[in-house]
């Protein structure tokens, strides 16, 4: 099997950026085409992508805007950059569904009878972070494949966070499901590591956790962090996080949340997520070393089940990722090429990471084409 042509760029002149990666992509063959552009040039995200249909002849194309983007061992911020991929799949083996807004009714007859009749194994989708049903609409169209996984990611933009389905376009969820003649491997990077035992919320109001094990939560937190945090706790902020187990989950996998804010006199922890009483918890580290293990970590497990080297792959990771906590000098994506060889990669760095049916933060979600 034969490696899916790809390129990426970066000039101030995005036309030349644009320039070199259709001369990389040469003569493509194929029937999906992936595209990931920088913000910077998000206005132009129209003509880049006929430019690219016209250069191809690749009717259908995916992709995002990203405040960063990457490609084989290289990030790119701030300048006007893209990356650009080409899947020679069977015409029936995936189909583009347009966006959805509101529920699963946007799809046409063709495609509710190709779901149908296709039954999809899995989707790579990617949405806009302003639609608040977002969460919802992933869980419902999980529910569509035999596999009940999705993976993709939020957009991310200072303006507008656009996705592409064949068109760009803002405001819902978009993307591609694959049937089971697609060959798909994926995992996801956690990027934390825990620092306590589970605890249980014993009482709380919303976001606020008023006691862990029948005891003040500040307290309990206190005791997890250890006694050189506890005498400053405003070291903690971007250190240490709030990780929740997943219900069911058997491979140990959490939901990152930040700390918001502790009450000091009361004893209160405020967490960037609703919460129950019951629910378990536990206290998280990240750090550049915690993160370049646990993805190390992953890679290892997506090598073991690989008996080729992948044909291509999207690599979908949070915006505190990259050179925010791995290095400036796109350290992040060297060691997923040094550690699973010179393939194919296109992705973006996102303002929420999608595995599975559900959304994390401060992920890397890494899908392999084999």
């Known amino acids: 099997m034969h490696s899916f042509p790809y390129a990426h760029a970066a000039d101030d002149d995005w036309n030349l950026a644009l320039e070199r990666v259709i001369a990389g992509l040469g003569f493509a063959q194929g029937r999906l085409g992936f595209l990931y552009v920088t913000d910077a040039i998000n206005a132009h995200l129209e003509a880049i992508l006929d430019a690219l249909r016209e250069a191809t002849d690749v009717e259908h194309w995916v992709g995002a805007v990203g405040i960063g983007i990457c490609a084989t061992g290289v990030e790119y911020y701030e300048r006007p950059a893209i990356a650009a991929m080409v899947a020679d ?23 509710r009878a190709w779901l149908g009749s296709a039954q ?37 933009s200072q303006h507008n966070a656009r996705v592409i389905a064949d068109e760009p376009t803002e405001g819902g969820l978009t993307g591609v499901m ?12 956690q990027g934390c590591s825990p620092i306590g035992p589970h605890r249980q919320i ?27 945090l506890a005498r400053d706790i405003s070291r903690v902020g971007g250190y240490i996080f709030v990780g929740l187990p997943i219900r069911g989950s058997d491979t140990g996998d959490y939901l990152v949340r930040n700390l918001i804010g ?28 915690t993160a370049r293990e646990d993805l190390s970590r992953m890679l290892e497990h997506l090598k073991a089940r690989l008996r080729e080297p992948p044909r291509g792959g999207v690599y979908v990771s949070c915006l505190g990722r990259g050179a925010n906590l791995f290095g400036e000098d796109s350290e992040e994506l060297k060691q997923i090429r040094d550690e699973l060889g010179d393939f194919p990669l296109v992705g973006f760095y996102a303002n929420g990471e999608l595995s599975q049916n559900r959304l994390y933060g401060y992920t890397g979600v890494l899908t392999l084409f084999t």
């Open 262 to 289: 502790v009450d000091l006199e009361k004893r209160l922890i405020g967490i960037g997520d609703l919460v129950e009483k019951g629910q378990d918890l536990m206290f998280c580290r990240r750090d550049a070393n």
């Open 120 to 156: 999809p194994f899995m989707g790579l989708v990617h949405a806009d972070p302003s639609n608040p049903l977002t969460e919802s609409l992933i869980r419902q169209l999980a529910e569509r494949t035999v596999s009940g996984f999705m993976v993709g990611g939020l957009a991310s």
């Open 89 to 111: 799949l069977p015409e029936e083996a995936f189909r583009v569904f347009p966006p959805i807004v509101k529920d699963l009714e946007g799809f046409d007859a063709a495609q």
């Open 202 to 228: 014993t009482e709380c109001q919303r976001n606020v956790i008023i006691e862990l094990d029948g005891r003040p939560a500040l307290d309990v937190f206190k005791e997890d962090i250890g006694e050189v």
């Open 178 to 189: 694959f049937t089971e003649a697609v060959g798909i491997q994926t995992a996801l990077s």
